[in-house]
């Protein structure tokens, strides 16, 4: 065939999945499923075993994260990261509330978009899981020894965090680009001054390598471009971060139209090793700053601290610090392979997904092989850097992961479908559709130095009828498809919670057997917790009344509190005694303004509740933990 | 419990073993623990398990005589792990325990303590208590060493006279009413 029918061929077939799409076939469509029966024996967990891999991910506007067991698609987890949670008091709580704090007061909600697995030479080690907040720009470090949120840090000079919180290879840096452009320092200036007055930041997150403890690094203060997507660099590219923007003709309204006029914007490649020796070097200057850093200290209860300033470098004073690549029309993913050496675009209205090369772009700016230069930034010749160009890919290429096999598999929003193509060879080995219009792809460990391979799953935007209809609002769809053979084969399709935007997934065994299951007593810290239940009392301090109070199977103590007064405020510090797996308590109390508490074994949870009028007023156990469940209650007496 | 009545029972329990073994057809090799517990699965005990429960506790201990020292160390092990479900002389979540060193033998007790959960799940016994308290005994992380202790505390309280509620051993003090 030659390459010209070859063309005709592909872009036909994308245009006929795309128009399959908005015609809304493809309701029973089992193109590309394997046998029935061979799926279902592929994805398989017997009852009692357990999954391969953890799954973690993002629940976008729901601001959660949520772990499914793969191959099979089992939801294990919840986990609360920027969201109040109901369920177990996450942001009720008064040890979890000061994780939501922002330097706007506390901010109950955002949209979590990239978890990201903390590395060690590249490859996931399991020990902890970050994610951004989009709407409020902060970062959350999970800890995978609870599966809880120990940390959230806010970013300054930021808005709309989207290109984060990818990792450097050893977790030493967060890498965070802003979204929105908004005046820095922030200042009431009218919109239409935007090329003038509007910058973006890339802000680089020290982890400790010991806590995974946060602190901001420095910034970049770069051109006001819309920064989307990041990654770092690995092998011989270790040491660099790749950020896409869009929006380079920096318009401020109608973006859909004005900000797709040029026919390339950048990937700003940025040499972080050379940015931390001209932060050594002083060359950073101070920014004034106000930023919440929260975290869970060694009692379990989180502390909010407010900082001041940040260290900001200004790219004309460090230079050879960052470079502008030109990359055809609005690159959303910037992806680089398992080697280091090529980072792929996913120029979103572009035609071919273009895939520079590492090497060649050390070359380029060796050579000085510079096309002008933006605010200071050089920007390289696009064909210097160029390694090739998949041609005829689909349409709306995204997102970009790798098999470790040679391999590259890239989601197409627009023709809803995950094409896999041969690094070096660029040519297109396969496709498959995708249920509808995905928008991330993920494979375990396919953004990292070695990945574990064996499935891909796509993200998908829109439902329509791929389950049983729940009214106007349909859960999203992930969709697991196997990548061993030379075709993907779809396998499984599966409702996820929230907007499954991005995920990343790890062996088991890297995991399960740090999980903690209780904790001991007698390392419990905290300032109100009891270590026995004759240690359970009632204190009262003013209007303020503190029960200290314990549980186990199957009784409160104390259950009958009198003595209360209307205008008393009371905390009820409640310790669970229990040193058992799986054997939490709850607590809730007749109107109470806030939520329950679920306090795991050995754990002590507080929940604030003011009476309102004389009363007596029930509380009881919420979480069926005996036989002898509901007799687990108790009264306060309220009197005027 | 005299010497000679210990060796009787000893080799009363190694007949019930080789009995058992006989039936369930194995080879003379030692039972292993996944033959033992599927063996108490299917309700098979032998007579030294029925007596002394099931557990890490395999065979008689010899008990030195009370040391002041392990009861108050049991004293403050109770209190801290017991007595949330345990009077001493009445029933709370699970059975009062005053005399618990007299109905059962130490090596029960140190079984129960030790193995809650098979001995709550598969011992006949443990089973009956089960449904009488509709309750699972919880399980506490007591180590063997701590467990030795709570045995001379219950070996201590054995002989004295019974207490009024609010004077069991780490009993919750009541709140103050109005």
Same mark, same amino acid.
């Given at each position: 065939?030659?390459?010209?029918?070859?063309?005709?061929?592909?872009?036909?077939?994308?245009?006929?999945?795309?128009?399959?799409?908005? /015609?809304?076939?493809?309701?029973?469509?089992?193109?590309?499923?394997?046998?029935?029966?061979?799926?279902?024996?592929?994805?398989?967990?017997?009852?009692?075993?357990?999954?391969?891999?953890?799954?973690? @991910?993002?629940?976008?506007?729901?601001?959660?994260?949520?772990?499914?067991?793969?191959?099979?698609?089992?939801?294990?987890?919840?986990?609360?990261? @920027?969201?109040?949670?109901?369920?177990?008091?996450?942001?009720?709580?008064?040890?979890?509330?000061?994780?939501?704090?922002?330097?706007?007061?506390?901010?109950?909600?955002?949209?979590?978009?990239?978890?990201?697995?903390?590395?060690?030479?590249?490859?996931?080690?399991?020990?902890?899981?970050?994610?951004?907040?989009?709407?409020?720009?902060?970062?959350?470090?999970?800890?995978?020894?609870?599966?809880?949120?120990?940390?959230?840090?806010?970013?300054?000079?930021?808005?709309?965090?989207?290109?984060?919180?990818?990792?450097?290879?050893?977790?030493?840096?967060?890498?965070?680009?802003?979204?929105?452009?908004?005046?820095?320092?922030?200042?009431?200036?009218?919109?239409?001054?935007?090329?003038?007055?509007?910058?973006?930041?890339?802000? @680089?997150?020290?982890?400790?390598?010991?806590?995974?403890?946060?602190?901001?690094?420095?910034?970049?203060?770069?051109?006001?471009?819309?920064?989307?997507?990041?990654?770092?660099?690995?092998?011989?590219?270790?040491?660099?971060?790749?950020?896409?923007?869009?929006?380079?003709?920096?318009?401020?309204?109608?973006?859909?139209?004005?900000?797709?006029?040029?026919?390339?914007?950048?990937?700003?490649?940025?040499?972080?090793?050379?940015?931390?020796?001209?932060?050594?070097?002083?060359?950073?200057?101070?920014?004034?700053?106000?930023?919440?850093?929260?975290?869970?200290?060694?009692?379990?209860?989180?502390?909010?601290?407010?900082?001041?300033?940040?260290?900001?470098?200004?790219?004309?004073?460090?230079?050879?610090?960052?470079?502008?690549?030109?990359?055809?029309?609005?690159?959303?993913?910037?992806?680089?392979?398992? /080697?280091?050496?090529?980072?792929?675009?996913?120029?979103?209205?572009?035609?071919?997904?273009?895939?520079?090369?590492?090497?060649?772009?050390?070359?380029?700016?060796?050579?000085?092989?510079?096309?002008?230069?933006?605010?200071?930034?050089?920007?390289?010749?696009?064909?210097?850097?160029?390694?090739?160009?998949?041609?005829?890919?689909?349409?709306?290429?995204?997102? /970009?992961?790798?098999?470790?096999?040679?391999?590259?598999?890239?989601?197409?929003?627009?023709?809803?479908?995950?094409?896999?193509?041969?690094?070096?060879?660029?040519?297109?080995?396969?496709?498959?559709?995708?249920?509808?219009?995905?928008?991330?792809?993920?494979?375990?460990?396919?953004?990292?130095?070695?990945?574990?391979?064996?499935?891909?799953?796509?993200?998908?935007?829109?439902?329509?009828?791929?389950?049983?209809?729940?009214?106007?609002?349909?859960?999203?769809?992930?969709?697991?498809?196997?990548?061993?053979?030379?075709?993907?084969?779809?396998?499984?399709?599966?409702?996820?919670?929230?907007?499954?935007?991005?995920?990343?997934?790890?062996?088991?065994?890297?995991?399960?057997?740090?999980?903690?299951?209780?904790?001991?007593?007698?390392?419990?810290?905290?300032?109100?917790?009891?270590?026995?239940?004759?240690?359970?009392?009632?204190?009262?301090?003013?209007?303020?009344?503190?029960?200290?109070?314990?549980?186990?199977?199957?009784?409160?103590?104390?259950?009958?509190?009198?003595?209360?007064?209307?205008?008393?405020?009371?905390?009820?510090?409640?310790?669970?005694?229990?040193?058992?797996?799986?054997?939490?308590?709850?607590?809730?109390?007749?109107?109470?303004?806030?939520?329950?508490?679920?306090?795991?074994?050995?754990?002590?949870?507080?929940?604030?509740?003011?009476?309102?009028?004389?009363?007596?007023?029930?509380?009881?156990?919420?979480?069926?933990?005996?036989?002898?469940?509901?007799?687990?209650?108790?009264?306060?007496?309220?009197?005027? | 419990?005299?010497?000679?009545?210990?060796?009787?029972?000893?080799?009363?329990?190694?007949?019930?073993?080789?009995?058992?073994?006989?039936?369930?057809?194995?080879?003379?090799?030692?039972?292993?623990?996944?033959?033992?517990?599927?063996?108490?699965?299917?309700?098979?005990?032998?007579?030294?398990?029925?007596?002394?429960?099931?557990?890490?506790?395999?065979?008689?201990?010899?008990?030195?005589?009370?040391?002041?020292?392990?009861?108050?160390?049991?004293?403050?092990?109770?209190?801290?792990?017991?007595?949330?479900?345990?009077?001493?002389?009445?029933?709370?979540?699970?059975?009062?325990l005053r005399d618990i060193t007299k109905r059962r033998s130490p090596?029960y007790v140190?079984?129960?303590?030790?193995?809650?959960?098979?001995?709550?799940?598969?011992?006949?016994?443990?089973?009956?208590?089960?449904?009488?308290?509709?309750?699972?005994?919880?399980?506490?992380?007591?180590?063997?060493?701590?467990?030795?202790?709570?045995l001379d505390?219950l070996r201590a309280e054995a002989?004295?006279?019974?207490?009024?509620?609010?004077?069991?051993?780490?009993?919750?003090?009541?709140?103050?009413?109005?």
């Amino acid at each position: 065939m030659n390459i010209r029918l070859k063309q005709a061929v592909a872009i036909t077939a994308s245009w006929l999945a795309a128009l399959m799409l908005l /015609t809304g076939c493809g309701g029973n469509g089992r193109d590309g499923v394997a046998g029935t029966g061979d799926a279902a024996q592929r994805v398989y967990v017997a009852p009692g075993t357990h999954d391969e891999f953890y799954g973690f @991910f993002s629940g976008g506007f729901s601001g959660q994260v949520s772990v499914y067991g793969l191959p099979s698609g089992r939801l294990l987890r919840h986990i609360p990261v @920027f969201s109040q949670y109901g369920e177990n008091g996450y942001g009720y709580s008064e040890e979890t509330r000061n994780l939501l704090m922002t330097s706007f007061g506390f901010v109950p909600w955002d949209d979590a978009h990239h978890p990201q697995l903390s590395r060690t030479d590249g490859v996931p080690d399991g020990r902890w899981l970050f994610i951004n907040g989009n709407n409020t720009p902060r970062v959350a470090r999970l800890d995978l020894a609870t599966f809880e949120t120990a940390e959230i840090i806010e970013l300054p000079h930021s808005a709309g965090n989207h290109a984060s919180p990818f990792l450097t290879p050893n977790t030493e840096y967060v890498l965070a680009g802003t979204r929105f452009s908004v005046p820095i320092p922030q200042q009431d200036v009218p919109i239409d001054t935007y090329k003038d007055n509007f910058k973006g930041t890339l802000s @680089f997150i020290r982890v400790d390598s010991i806590t995974g403890g946060m602190s901001l690094a420095f910034q970049i203060l770069v051109p006001g471009f819309n920064y989307d997507l990041s990654h770092a660099g690995k092998g011989p590219s270790h040491g660099w971060a790749f950020f896409s923007t869009y929006n380079s003709e920096q318009a401020h309204t109608l973006l859909e139209v004005n900000a797709s006029r040029n026919d390339k914007d950048y990937l700003a490649a940025v040499n972080w090793k050379l940015a931390e020796k001209y932060v050594a070097e002083g060359r950073a200057k101070s920014l004034p700053a106000s930023y919440r850093h929260n975290f869970l200290d060694e009692a379990r209860i989180a502390k909010s601290e407010v900082i001041r300033s940040v260290k900001i470098l200004h790219p004309r004073d460090c230079p050879d610090m960052i470079f502008y690549i030109p990359t055809p029309k609005s690159p959303h993913g910037v992806d680089v392979d398992p /080697t280091g050496e090529y980072i792929v675009a996913g120029g979103k209205l572009a035609t071919v997904i273009p895939v520079h090369s590492f090497s060649r772009m050390v070359k380029a700016i060796e050579d000085r092989e510079f096309d002008g230069e933006v605010n200071g930034i050089p920007v390289l010749k696009y064909e210097s850097v160029l390694a090739g160009e998949v041609q005829n890919p689909g349409l709306g290429p995204l997102h /970009t992961e790798f098999d470790g096999k040679g391999y590259a598999y890239t989601s197409m929003f627009i023709s809803s479908e995950i094409v896999k193509w041969q690094l070096g060879t660029w040519e297109v080995i396969d496709r498959a559709p995708a249920y509808y219009s995905i928008g991330h792809l993920m494979i375990p460990g396919g953004d990292s130095r070695a990945p574990f391979g064996k499935y891909v799953i796509a993200l998908n935007k829109i439902t329509k009828d791929r389950y049983l209809p729940t009214g106007p609002e349909l859960a999203h769809s992930a969709q697991l498809y196997d990548i061993t053979g030379d075709r993907m084969k779809l396998l499984l399709d599966f409702p996820t919670l929230g907007e499954p935007h991005y995920a990343q997934a790890i062996p088991a065994s890297l995991v399960k057997d740090r999980s903690v299951r209780y904790f001991p007593i007698a390392e419990n810290k905290h300032p109100h917790a009891i270590k026995a239940e004759n240690q359970a009392r009632v204190v009262r301090d003013g209007n303020l009344v503190r029960v200290y109070m314990s549980t186990i199977r199957t009784h409160f103590a104390p259950d009958n509190i009198e003595g209360i007064k209307v205008g008393d405020s009371m905390l009820f510090h409640v310790t669970n005694l229990e040193q058992d797996w799986d054997v939490p308590h709850g607590f809730a109390i007749m109107g109470a303004n806030n939520a329950e508490l679920l306090v795991m074994p050995g754990e002590t949870r507080t929940l604030a509740w003011k009476p309102q009028f004389a009363g007596v007023f029930p509380f009881y156990c919420t979480d069926f933990c005996s036989a002898l469940h509901q007799e687990m209650q108790g009264y306060v007496r309220v009197s005027n | 419990m005299s010497v000679f009545m210990k060796r009787l029972t000893q080799a009363a329990s190694l007949t019930a073993i080789l009995l058992l073994i006989g039936l369930t057809g194995c080879s003379s090799e030692p039972e292993t623990e996944a033959e033992r517990e599927a063996r108490w699965q299917q309700g098979k005990f032998t007579s030294w398990e029925l007596e002394h429960g099931i557990g890490p506790i395999t065979e008689a201990i010899e008990l030195a005589s009370v040391s002041q020292e392990r009861v108050a160390k049991g004293e403050n092990i109770y209190i801290a792990k017991c007595a949330t479900c345990h009077y001493l002389d009445d029933r709370k979540t699970g059975p009062p325990l005053r005399d618990i060193t007299k109905r059962r033998s130490p090596e029960y007790v140190l079984n129960q303590i030790l193995n809650a959960e098979q001995m709550g799940k598969l011992h006949p016994d443990g089973r009956k208590l089960v449904a009488q308290y509709a309750q699972y005994m919880t399980i506490q992380g007591v180590t063997r060493e701590d467990a030795m202790a709570l045995l001379d505390f219950l070996r201590a309280e054995a002989d004295k006279p019974p207490v009024p509620i609010d004077q069991q051993p780490g009993a919750a003090v009541p709140p103050p009413s109005n």
